[in-house]
């Protein structure tokens, strides 16, 4: 189901309207100042569209993880200034939603505010009706611009969304929508999905919902030791989900020839001596020693493959790329993914340290998610509650 986005809105939906958007402005913080602007960076399309048609703009985000209350660790009013500078514009903060009303009304048009860390009212993870009808006075529209955060059903992000009318997409949930839907509804063939990480249990629905639709799922990280064991072979002291053995085993049956599996690896007797590493195929693992990345023979396999591929989407690293030299088969995946892009594939990652793993190659991506959790669970194909709340198109 296609959303109503921002863009559908009317001139005199916006002009002079409080538009309350919901944005993801969870940024890294050291010492009080912001480390990474990516997320408020990516929420300026909507703000300023926002701003240009006259809209005054009330910005809510949760930030964190504050227990149970207020704590100015939390605060929001931390990022105010690096926002203001952003937009080039003074943006009011406003501490406690429930005495926000007269703020909102004194904005000017194009006018900007924050309001403090919803999470610091018990009622946002609750979803509560209340808290929701705190945060609507706020605003005479809605526009949620939070991906990131649309697979929680929240005070911000559902209940309020049904409290006003419009109810709508920004900018950035409207591109995620975009990417991610074509993946499922419509992907040009060959379709190549990368699966890697830490763990088959994390990834198992993105599997069952991936395989009908990808014509190859090449399978990279640590979660190809389990399917190896799966295959009776032996994987030395390699990260494995023993308790996934069996549903490994009924994968590799029901896929057809879809599952590809790592040729070999790069091991070492652990992480600390990753300097011994070397290269052995994936029936030669020796006992004591693990598996930390793909090795050169599955980059070369994986790369012919992808650069096949009109459709790609990778999730989840193919070794542990955060200690070299096993960040290898990663950056190999990640260039293959530029090289396909360049010859007219659509290249989509999402994750989040498969995110990390492509930082600085963005604009050389079709798309890259912003949402972790979020864009999972979108392609195991449930619905967000988040989004589920926005208007039809
Ligand atoms: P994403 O966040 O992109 O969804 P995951 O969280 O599923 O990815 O997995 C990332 C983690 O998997 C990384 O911390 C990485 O070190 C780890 N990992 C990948 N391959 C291996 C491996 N062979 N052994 C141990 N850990 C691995
Ligand atoms: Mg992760």
Not at 68 to 73: F, H, I, K, L, W
Not at 255 to 267: A, F, H, N, Q
Request: charged share 25%; proline share 6%; aromatic share 6%.
């Amino acid at each position: 189901m296609t959303k109503k986005s921002l863009r559908d809105l009317p001139p005199q939906a916006l002009e002079g309207k409080r538009a309350l958007v919901r944005v993801d402005f969870n940024v890294p913080l050291k010492n009080g100042k912001v480390t990474d602007d990516t997320r408020l960076r990516a929420s300026l399309p909507t703000i300023l569209y926002l701003r240009e048609k006259g809209a005054r703009v009330v910005l809510l985000s949760h930030f964190g993880r504050p227990k149970g209350g207020p704590d100015p660790q939390y605060s929001l009013k931390q990022i105010v200034s690096d926002l203001e500078k952003l937009l080039g514009a003074p943006v009011e903060f406003i501490a406690d939603p429930a005495a926000g009303v007269a703020v909102t009304r004194r904005l000017p048009r194009g006018g900007v505010a924050l309001v403090e860390n919803t999470r610091f009212w018990s009622g946002e993870e609750k979803n509560d009706p209340e808290l929701a009808k705190t945060f609507a006075a706020l605003g005479d529209l809605y526009v949620n611009d939070a991906f990131g955060s649309a697979h929680r059903a929240h005070a911000s992000t559902a209940a309020v969304a049904h409290l006003l009318k419009p109810a709508v997409a920004g900018f950035l949930m409207e591109k995620e929508l975009q990417y991610l839907g074509d993946l499922l509804r419509d992907p040009k063939h060959p379709f190549v999905a990368v699966l890697g990480g830490a763990k088959i249990s994390g990834k198992i629905d993105v599997i069952r919902s991936l395989l009908p639709r990808v014509d190859e799922l090449l399978i990279g990280g640590a979660m190809a030791c389990t399917f190896f064991r799966a295959m009776g072979l032996e994987v030395g002291d390699s990260l494995v989900e023993p308790d996934r053995i069996e549903l490994a085993k009924d994968l590799l049956a029901t896929s057809g020839k879809k599952l590809i599996l790592p040729r070999g690896g790069v091991i070492a007797l652990s992480l600390e001596r990753a300097s011994e590493h070397r290269s052995v195929a994936a029936d030669a693992i020796p006992k004591a020693w693990a598996v930390y990345d793909i090795d050169a023979a599955t980059q070369h396999n994986y790369r012919a493959r992808l650069l096949e591929a009109k459709t790609i989407f990778w999730n989840g690293p193919m070794g542990v790329f955060e200690t070299p030299p096993f960040d290898a088969g990663t950056r190999a995946i990640a260039t293959a993914l530029v090289e396909a892009g360049k010859k007219g594939a659509v290249t989509v990652v999402g994750g989040g340290d498969s995110v990390a793993a492509v930082a600085g190659m963005e604009d050389q991506l079709t798309h890259v998610s912003t949402g972790g959790g979020a864009s999972l669970e979108f392609l195991e194909g449930k619905e967000l509650p988040g989004v589920a709340a926005l208007e039809d198109a």
